[in-house]
Every structure is written in structure tokens, then in C-alpha cells.
């Protein structure tokens, strides 16, 4: 999505909230608001498992603020909303891993927070509201591609979460008469994804393999497939639903993804070749909670929001890449 073509969506008359705005999707999210002319760009957001390395870029724009704090925090968040028009919420706690080990902690962010976000938008008479949902709501569900109306049972806390969001989200758009749009992202990788702690994602840990020789390990036998999905494009599906006037596409959840799936062993073999490196990985059992297959029919956000993936895979692969080849020494200090 080019700058040209949103040109016409106004962004210049509102101000936005993204909350998570210091972490990974966040941070592009605002990077695109901010660059593309909004007129006010607020992030809430905990630090927990961003970093504020991923705003300082922002700071010197006087239209972007950011206010650190806690989504669990009702008042923090009807802080967060004043003078706002729309809110796209990504603060959350990712990773399957997380919510098996501790559960509570994951619900009471993602869940708990989620509700103080959607309340405290009610009150301040902010009506649209985007949020972060998952492919992980598909759970034991086989079918493939994953359409949005066929769910199955939740395989992890993770994934419950994700699911209550989307069930708090009808709610409050009958009770409240609110505009609420879930994106349901299939594995979004790109540059600021970080490849540290125990819940790391698998690129920037395979990446990280590849340039400094550290293990790198394969969950199963490599042969589970993802709809790995460039971070622009996750970025292009927000702004899409923050700023769509079709009435059909609200109160809606989409799959964001590219529709193509690839195998574990494919990319690591890809980032591998691209880093020249003889790396190899060690396989291991396959993780509680994970699904075998996952691949999007991303018809609906086509048809209903004009979602159009830009990046392919292997593009934002080499893109990714170089981003941390560029700054491999400040990313991977301990
Ligand atoms: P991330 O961890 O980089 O970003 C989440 C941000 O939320 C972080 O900056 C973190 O500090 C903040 N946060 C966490 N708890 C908070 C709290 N209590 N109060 C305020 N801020 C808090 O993760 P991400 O990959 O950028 O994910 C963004 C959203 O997308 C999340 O909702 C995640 O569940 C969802 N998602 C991500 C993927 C993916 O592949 N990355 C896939 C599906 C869904």
C-alpha cells in the first residue's frame, strides 16, 4: 500500500491510539499513521514486551505522544483515550508457550485489558476500535484454507483469549452501538520483531541462529506449515479497517495473511542459504497448544476492506534479513 492511495482517507482529521504501540506490529502501525499524515498519534503502552528503542524514532514528531502504562488499569486507559477518535489495540501477551505456563496473566491482558479498552473507548465516545486477534482462534479446526466462519475448539489460554475478544467485541458493538473490526493475523514477521526471552518467534530466532551460530531449534519434524505474513501487510489491514466507511465491513473479524502457506524447514532453509550460513537445526518435540497447518482464504478483508497483501513472503523475508544484518550488533547484545 503506497502513501498515494491513502491520500484520500483523511487521516489528517483523527487521532489515534494504538495501544502496544511500542511493540513490534504496534510500532509500524504508528510508523504508517505518523507518515502518512495523521493528526495525532497517542501510544499506551507497558513495556512489558516491547521496547521503547521501537518509538524513539517517533519522538521528534510533535504530533505523536507516549504514555506508558498498564491496559490492566481501567483509568490508564480512559487516560489513553482522551481526545481520540479511533483506537487499534495490540497490547497483548503473545505466544502459545505463555498462556500454557501461565494462564491468569495472559487473560487478565488480553481479556480483562481488552474489555478496560473497549469501556473506557464506550465512555469517551470513541466508536471504532481495531483489534489484534489471532489464527490461533482456529484451533483444532482442519479445514484449509481457514475461512472466518468455520472456528473449532481453542487449543491454548492464548488462543481462549483471543476468541473472548472477539465474543466481547460482538457484545459491545450490540450493546454500546460501537464499530469493533478483529484482524485475525497469521504469523506476522518482519523488522522489530524481537528475537529475545523464552516466547521469542521463530524468524528472528532462526535469524539470530544463522548470524551468530547459536542453537536453533525445530518444534516437531519442520513439516508444519505457516501463512507467514510481512508486517506491512498486518499494517495495511489496520489502517484499511481504522478507516473503512463501508458499513458492511464493521463489526466483522478477517483473516490477515498473504494465502500462501510455507514449510518450517523451507524458511529456515531460506534464511540459512540467504545468510550463507551451515547452520543446522535441531528438532525437537513438537509444542503443546501448536497446530500442524495453517493457511488464510483472506477473501473477506479482500472484499469487504480492499485488503490487498503487498508483500510476499520472500520479499519481507529478504527485507527482514537485512534489517538484522544491519543491526546485528545492537539487536543480539545479551
Ligand atoms: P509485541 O509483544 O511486540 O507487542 C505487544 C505490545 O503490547 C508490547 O509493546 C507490550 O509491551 C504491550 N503490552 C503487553 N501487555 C501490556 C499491558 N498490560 N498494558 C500495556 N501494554 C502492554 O507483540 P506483537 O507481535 O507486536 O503483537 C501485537 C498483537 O498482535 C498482539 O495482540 C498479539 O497477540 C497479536 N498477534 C500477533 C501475531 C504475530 O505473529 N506477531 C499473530 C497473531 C496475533
Redesign the pocket.
Known sequence: MNSTSFSSLGLSDKSFLV??G?????SHIVDFLLRNGAKKVRV???????FIENVALFNDWTNYEFLQ????DYDTCKEACKGIDCITH?????SVPRSVENPMLTTA?NVG?FVNVLKAAQESGIKRVVF?????VYGDEQQLPKIETTIGQPLSPYAAS?RSKELYAQSFAAVYGMEIIGLR?F???GPR??PKGPYA?VIPLFIEGCLRGTSVYVNGNGLQTRDFTYVQNAVQANVLALTTRNINALNQVYNIAVGQQFSVNTLFEYIAQYLNSSQKPIYREARLGDVLHSLADISKASNLLQYTPEITFYEGLDNTIAYFLANKATLFKE
Open positions: 495501544t502496544g511500542a511493540g513490534f506490529i504496534g499506551l503502552d507497558n513495556l512489558s514486551t516491547g502504562g498498564d491496559i490492566r495490540q497490547a497483548a501477551l503473545g491482558v485489558g489484534a486477534s489471532s489464527s490461533s483471543k493475523y504469523n506476522i514477521f520483531q524481537s518467534a
